[in-house]
Nanobody
């Protein structure tokens, strides 16, 4: 059974940085694509970034150039480095995972496993 525990959120000021972490259990890294989503109050959940089991990455336009997704397969951990944070980045951030084939560049449109979420608040 896949379990994801995400952490690292907090209250910061605009322009600051945060690094979110997602520790996965029950996964074999080379067979899993991972992603980060976020949901702001009153808004739908949106995709932030993904990383395939082959290591290829994708970013939403709103975070491109400011956020970096990475993975440490030895630690079964995915990170989201967030720099130059803006108030509009305020949201609950969720880690997600889904199985793919070995070392695949494919990323599912709908992830089946989710973390519990971590709150990121950026003040102006």
């Amino acid at each position: 059974q896949v379990q994801l525990v995400d952490s690292g959120g907090g209250l910061v000021q605009a322009g600051d940085s945060l690094r979110l972490s997602c520790v996965a259990s029950g996964v074999t890294p080379n067979y899993y694509a991972m992603g980060w989503y976020r949901q702001a109050p009153g808004k739908e959940r949106e995709l932030v970034a993904t990383i395939s089991s082959a290591g290829t990455t994708y970013y939403a336009d709103s975070v491109k150039g400011r956020f970096t997704i990475s993975r440490d397969n030895a630690k079964n951990t995915v990170y989201l480095q967030m720099d130059s944070l803006k108030p509009e980045d305020t949201a609950v951030y969720y880690c997600a995972a889904d199985r793919t084939t070995y070392m695949s560049t494919f990323v599912p449109r709908a992830f089946r496993s989710w973390g519990q979420g971590t709150q990121v608040t950026v003040s102006s």
